[in-house]
């Protein structure tokens, strides 16, 4: 058992080493890439940052670094690594059991400074919540850090009313519509308690029209039970 778990971390170790190794080579090729090529400051300013943001999210790639580990263990960390979007009052009434399922369909991604995160007229697959960086919304107001948006339609897809734009640079959480459902049908009393509290934590809903189809909806569901 020793050996095992001492094999297991050192893989772990191996692993994080590796990965910082090529996120400083790959660093380094961009520095001579940009200076080789004399890109104006402002252009070589956003490359790194954006290099900088986008390939050390990618080093982690917590998925295999954490695979070795035993689910209970497995599960733990991601509610540690999520728990900002998890923490929100509309999943405080939700259970241990509901946390620790919803944990694992959280996902991270990071945006550069003018990119579109949603377009008008896209499906929409996730709740967001706004880590770091803003988000700029039609008539120009911003979604900042904590700002939670998406919408309450989970059975049918829903479409994005706003074209969401990236200010800044941004790193925004998502969690799964699709996997948020099947939670809700797991615990559906939780779930009439969430549909609630998410009317009141929804800082934007970008599909506006479709609250009432949703109470009526898990309303039926919930009354099948």
């Not at 999520?82 to 923490?87: A, S």
């Not at 699709?178 to 969430?194: H, K, S, T, Y």
Request: hydrophobic fraction near 40%.
């Amino acid at each position: 058992m020793h050996a095992l778990i001492f094999g297991n971390v050192s893989a772990i170790i191996y692993r994080l080493y590796a990965g910082l190794s090529n996120f400083h080579v790959r660093m380094n090729e961009l520095k001579k890439f940009i200076t080789e090529h004399q890109f104006p400051e402002d252009l070589s300013r956003i490359m790194r940052c954006y290099a900088k943001n986008t390939w050390a999210s990618q080093g982690i790639k917590h998925q295999v670094l954490l695979q070795d580990f035993p689910e209970d263990i497995y599960s733990k960390i991601h509610l540690h690594l999520f728990h900002q979007i998890l923490d929100r009052p509309l999943f405080k009434r939700g259970d241990a059991r509901v946390k620790k399922d919803l944990a694992l369909h959280v996902s991270v991604s990071t945006h550069r400074h003018g990119d579109v995160f949603i377009h008008k007229g896209e499906v929409v697959q996730a709740l967001h919540m706004v880590s770091s960086g803003a988000l700029q919304l039609p008539n120009g107001d911003l979604l900042g850090p904590g700002a939670l948006f998406g919408t309450w339609q989970m059975r049918k897809s829903p479409v994005s009313r706003d074209t969401l734009q990236v200010v800044g640079g941004c790193t925004v959480h998502s969690l799964s519509l699709e996997a948020l459902q099947r939670v809700l049908d797991l615990f559906p009393q939780w779930g009439m308690e969430f549909f609630r509290d998410l009317q009141q934590d929804l800082d934007h809903d970008i599909c506006p029209e479709t609250m009432d189809y949703f109470f009526d909806c898990h309303t039926d569901s919930t009354a099948s039970v």
